[in-house]
């Protein structure tokens, strides 16, 4: 990192307000999307989110032994001609000890860069530019499967621990990764990358990426929470918000041309506590939210027939409180991640997805709703892109050196969420929101 973190709240703090407050009028005309009030605006016009969940991007793109070109443009192709515009990737993963993660990552265990894996996200942002899309670079995890905030803070202090592990139920991962926040090395080691990744220029297009319009945002880590019980987030809470803001203007210090996410969960991620929740987006460009009904216990995957009524009201209070958060702040709202189970939670792609297109129905319906009356909901981003990959192991786990990836990331069954080229009713049902993405807008739809 070249300056202190001080440093960038200082140089950063006046972009900070403006960015938040009103949209940057030197890009109002330019291919960058930016904010103004409750909705996204590209050249003029809103731009709403047809978005999809695709974070082994890089990893296809990377010219080595573990990438596969042909094979991430092939999903590309097919992700333009459903009528996705939006894709949330993943611009970050470092290697370390635990065991789910997936190697390789952007970072050795070292904290080396890897070179082959950066430049497989050039190739990838490069290919989505060639198609009209725009992609939201993650820049860490709060989770395991990436190595994420747990990694960063085992680099700095030797300490870890493994979700999941026996010996540390729920909520001690949650809580430990939240120690993260108030680590002043651990969060020196982030800025690192922070600043590796937006200083960066892309080796393909030669294009800078502060100046490439194909980025929507820079987004902080992939579901960071202030921590899993209550006495952590009251511990971790004013940590937790430092982090945010210092990251914040870091990002923009750098980057005056690009919104700032959060990649938070939402009330989910803060005990239901919506103060929380507001306050972190306070310097941040938009509110995210995500909903997993079968994660959150909202739904049964062996009796959705029965579950499924209430996981639909459950599912429609949580938009409506968090449309509502997003309305006290005039800030666009995104559901960056929704995803359900095909039907008796099954993994096949021959499986039946009955439940989860009515899921999906509901999610699409409220998108839409905000597009025609103006409201803060302008977009979703499913969770996730399977395309043409299947699991290559009988009991659908990942297994270190697979490189068939899915949008099920390395530590979860191989098939539970994503979406399937083969998928045909599911695909159908995206491709019809697509077309509807024109509503109240004065342009026609496309077939």
């Not at 990436?146 to 979700?163: F, P, V």
């Not at 809580?175 to 590796?196: C, M, P």
């Not at 995104?334 to 009955?354: L, M, Q, V």
Request: glycine share 8%; hydrophobic share 40%.
């Amino acid at each position: 990192m070249k300056l202190a973190r001080r440093q960038f709240i200082a140089a950063a703090g006046a972009a900070t307000v403006t960015a938040c407050t009103s949209p940057r009028a030197s890009l109002a005309t330019s291919g960058f999307v930016t904010r103004d009030g409750m909705r996204l605006m590209q050249a003029g016009t809103p731009y709403r989110i047809v978005g999809a969940n695709m974070w082994y991007a890089a990893w296809l793109g990377a010219n080595a032994e573990y990438g596969d070109r042909a094979r991430l443009l092939r999903e590309l192709d097919r992700l333009a001609a459903l009528g996705v515009n939006n894709l949330r990737i993943m611009a970050s993963g470092e290697e370390g000890p635990l065991r789910n993660s997936i190697s390789p990552g952007f970072t050795r265990r070292d904290g080396s860069p890897n070179d082959a894996l950066v430049e497989g996200l050039d190739f990838a942002m490069a290919e989505m530019a060639r198609r009209s899309m725009t992609a939201v670079l993650v820049l860490s995890n709060f989770w395991e499967w990436s190595g994420g905030l747990q990694t960063i803070l085992w680099r700095a202090t030797g300490d870890y621990m493994d979700m999941g592990d026996p010996a540390h139920p729920w909520p001690a991962f949650a809580d430990a990764t939240a120690n993260f926040y108030a680590d002043g090395k651990a969060r020196a080691l982030y800025a690192d990358h922070v600043e590796a990744m937006v200083s960066r220029t892309n080796s393909v297009t030669g294009v800078a990426y502060r100046d490439d319009p194909a980025i929507l945002s820079w987004q902080l880590a992939n579901e960071p929470r202030p921590g899993g019980s209550a006495a952590s987030i009251a511990r971790s809470v004013d940590a937790y918000y430092d982090w945010i803001d210092e990251s914040a203007a870091q990002i923009r210090a750098l980057d005056p041309h690009h919104l700032v996410s959060l990649g938070q969960e939402g009330t989910m991620a803060t005990s239901g506590d919506e103060a929380i929740v507001r306050r972190a987006h306070r310097n941040i460009d938009y509110v995210t939210a995500h909903i997993w009904p079968l994660n959150w216990d909202w739904v049964a995957g062996d009796a959705l027939e029965a579950s499924w009524p209430a996981g639909r009201r459950k599912t429609a209070d949580y938009i409506a409180a968090h449309d509502r958060i997003a309305a006290s702040l005039d800030k666009p709202l995104i559901i960056e991640e929704f995803g359900f189970p095909r039907d008796e939670e099954a993994y096949s792609p021959e499986a039946s997805t009955r439940f989860r297109e009515q899921f999906y129905r509901e999610i699409y319906a409220a998108v839409e709703a905000g597009w025609l009356d103006g409201g803060p909901l302008i977009g979703s981003n499913f969770w996730a892109w399977n395309g043409e990959a299947r699991a290559q192991h009988d009991d659908a786990r990942f297994v270190a050196g697979d490189r068939a990836y899915m949008g099920d990331p390395p530590h979860e069954p191989q098939g539970w969420y994503g979406n399937f080229d083969s998928d045909q009713t599911m695909l159908a049902l995206v491709h019809d929101h697509a077309r509807r993405s024109c509503l109240g807008l004065a342009a026609s739809c496309p077939a």
